[in-house]
Structures are given as C-alpha cells and as structure tokens.
C-alpha cells in the first residue's frame, strides 16, 4: 500500500440547498489541491458549534481557504452593518478566522484566495472596504454575472509584484495580469502582514507575513481557475504543496 499523501484542510461554505443545510465547496478548489499542490484535499465542515482549531490542526499538514459569494461579516473589523441582500456565511467566519490565527501560530501552510483572502487580513487585525467600487479612486473589481464563465475568470487587469517578497520568489516578472470577481477589498492592512501585489488603483492584491513561521500566501484573484493553463498559477500551487510536503515529512 503506497503512503497517502499530505492532506490540506479547505473550510467549506455553509449553504441551505432547498430546506436543507449543506457544507459546500466549488470543485475547481478541489482539483487544484489535488492536481496543483499534489496534496489529498479533506472538506472542513462549518459546524455549530465550530470544530476547534487545535482538532483540525491534528488531522492536515495544510490549509486553503477559497472564494465564496459571502463576504466576511463586518462585525468582526468593527465595520459598518452589512447592506441588505449581501450575503454573510458567519459559519464559516466562525470557524476559518480561529483556524486561520491558529494555523499561522503553528506554522501551517496556508493559502488564502479571494475572501480566503480578506479573511486572514480580518483575522490579524486588518478592515475591508465592504463596496470598493464605491471608493473614489477605485476600479471596479467585480465581474460580469452574465457574461461566460471564461470572460468572467478571464484576466482583468494587471498587478505589480512588491521588491523582496513571497511573491517576487515564485514568479517570473515584476508584473502580470489577473483575474477580479471581488467587491470587497483590504481597507486597512493588518500589521503583521507584508503587501505583495497591488493593482493599478492601488488595490492590495496579494499578501504574506514576513514573520510567520511556515509557507503564508494570500491573493485577491482566482489561480485555481484553469491553473494548468496559466503558469502563474500553476508556480503559486506548485510552491504551496511543496511547503506542505515538507510539513508533513517534518
């Protein structure tokens, strides 16, 4: 019988499909921790009460927080009250904002997308602008609902990698285009974390934590979608599972 292979933890999204609740997560996340990482993906149910950290902690070698259509409730960075019909998931806000604080205290690897993303700067301390195409100066970084699934994780605009960071490691270039399917956007930056990427606007794009003990990354956009074809992407999973690799062989 062959070794399995490390395991990273994805917290799911809480969703009611019909009269009933599911813990839900898009497959393409999946595929790219499978197939991108070369890591056994493990769902993280968004329970009531939230399954706790140092549990979760015990079971995986690392961590990926995803995208979601909800946004992270603004009473977590004292922000103004939610408009009405935005969506909050405050199931999965329970259980990956401990969870995100625990893992980088332990040296986790930990790959953060989109609110994955404004997760881990709420997490550490940082704010969100809950509309940031309302914010003078700002582009609109939403997508097109309507338009093709292709059109709307089809690049969008450019983001300019910072000197001496994560990021300027892994790729190849001081600049490159991404994908933007976001309305919420860093505010105020947590203090602990290190801002890797902006966009044009000066959106922060993509983040990391000089200080943190194991593999840290956070970005705005989208590699999991159809990573093998953007080679970008595909170093970004690539170094994500070999961090987690070396976590499990240590």
């Given amino acids: 019988m062959s070794p399995r292979p490390p395991v990273v933890g994805i917290a799911c999204d809480y969703r009611m499909i019909g009269p009933h609740p599911f813990d839900a997560v898009g497959e393409k996340y999946i595929t790219a921790v499978r197939d991108g990482a070369g890591t056994l993906p493990l769902l993280i149910p968004v329970l009531e009460p939230a399954i706790a950290p140092e549990q979760i ?8 927080f995803t995208g979601s259509p909800s946004n992270v409730s603004p009473k ?18 329970a259980t990956a904002l401990p969870l995100l604080k625990a893992a980088i205290e332990a040296g986790v690897p930990t790959f953060c997308v ?4 404004q997760e881990l700067n709420v997490a550490l301390g940082g704010t969100l602008f809950q509309h940031l195409q309302e914010v003078e100066g ?3 970084h939403r997508e097109d609902k309507h338009a093709t699934l292709d059109v709307q994780y089809g690049p969008a605009h450019e ?3 910072a000197e001496g960071g994560l990021l300027e490691k892994l790729v190849a270039g001081k600049s490159f285009r991404v994908n933007s399917l976001h309305s919420q956007g860093i505010d105020r930056l947590a203090q602990s974390l290190f801002a890797e990427a902006t966009a044009p606007d000066g959106t ?5 934590m000089p200080a943190a003990r194991g593999f840290l990354l956070g970005v705005q956009w989208h590699p999991e979608w159809k990573w093998r074809e953007n080679p970008i992407s595909a170093r970004l999973f690539s170094a994500f599972g070999d961090a987690v690799r070396e976590r499990a062989r240590a």
């Fill in 159 to 161: 983001v300019r990698v």
């Fill in 57 to 64: 902690l015990a079971t995986v070698d690392g961590l990926f």
């Fill in 76 to 93: 977590h960075y004292d922000g103004a009250p939610p408009r009405e019909g935005v969506w909050q998931d405050e199931y999965r806000d």
């Fill in 114 to 117: 989109c609110r994955g993303f």
């Fill in 138 to 140: 700002r582009l609109d």
């Fill in 204 to 208: 922060i794009e993509a983040v990391s």
